[in-house]
């Protein structure tokens, strides 16, 4: 069975740095193909991609806050760590952790071209407030 | 990045109605587009991969279509556990874009 779960601080400072944990079981993020993205969704709103970490250690990260995050992962640990710097009140959400499948990658005119099926299971999420 | 775009924002149905979600991406997309239903205080679940795949265990009222930069699902006789949100996702490429939502209310 494929569980994922996130954990971290329910409650961080503006300016904080935030670090949160996804933990995961019933796959191996050593295979090739598979990856783990970080979602979040503030209350009230759609749901927003953060980053992507794949079993080659590729990392790619949403553009708008590319400067603030950071992805790692523990292939023995079965973790998968974000961390997002400068926080600020507008980040308060709930965070989500899915598995995130490769489909292909492709040769394209300037480097390589990633395609993903979707995110096929998720965690339950956590929720973090930004407030002082 | 892919901008995604949906429509209707919400709309209010009945049990037994036939509900169509659009979709729509700012680039050709393939067929990389997915589709998630999110009920209030959980996470989505993934319903449609790969704008028709549709997840084991999704009842078959529910499918999808479409390639390129215009998508659809169609939920079929509507049940009460219908009711929720539901998003598409361009998985083509990174950055990962979702759409803004579509909210599905009971009438």
């Known amino acids: 069975q494929v569980t994922l779960r996130e954990s971290g601080p329910a409650l961080v400072k503006p300016t904080q740095t935030l670090t949160l944990t996804c933990t995961f079981s019933?796959?191996?993020?050593?295979?090739?193909?598979?990856?783990i993205s970080w979602i979040r969704q503030p209350p009230g709103k759609a749901l927003e991609w953060l980053a992507v970490?794949?079993?080659?250690?590729?990392?790619f990260y949403s553009t708008s806050l590319t400067t603030r995050l950071s992805i790692s992962k523990d292939s023995a640990t079965n973790q998968v760590v974000l961390t997002m710097t400068n926080m600020d009140p507008v980040d308060t959400a709930t965070y989500f952790c899915?598995?995130?499948?490769?489909?292909?990658?492709?040769?394209?005119?300037?480097?390589?071209?990633?395609?993903?099926?979707?995110?096929?299971?998720w965690g339950q999420g956590t929720t973090v407030t930004v407030s002082s | 990045d892919i901008q995604m775009t949906q429509s209707p924002s919400s709309l209010s149905t009945s049990v037994g109605d036939t509900v169509t979600i659009a979709c729509r991406s700012s680039?050709?997309?393939?067929?990389?587009l997915n589709w998630y239903q999110q009920r209030p205080g959980k996470a989505p679940k993934l319903l449609i991969s790969?704008?028709?795949n549709l997840r084991g265990g999704v009842p078959s009222r529910f499918s999808g279509s479409g390639s390129g930069t215009d998508f659809t699902l169609t939920i079929s006789s509507l049940q009460p556990e219908d009711f929720a949100t539901y998003y598409c996702?361009?998985?083509?490429?990174?950055?990962?874009?979702f759409g803004p939502g579509t909210k599905v209310d009971i009438k």
């Open positions: 899915a598995r995130t499948p490769l489909h292909e990658i492709r040769v394209v005119e300037g480097g390589l071209h990633y395609s993903y099926f979707g995110m096929d299971v």
């Open positions: 019933g796959f191996s993020l050593n295979t090739n193909g598979m990856c």
């Open positions: 970490i794949d079993w080659n250690d590729d990392k």
């Open positions: 680039q050709s997309i393939s067929t990389y």
């Open positions: 790969r704008a028709s």
């Open positions: 996702q361009q998985s083509y490429s990174t950055p990962f874009t």
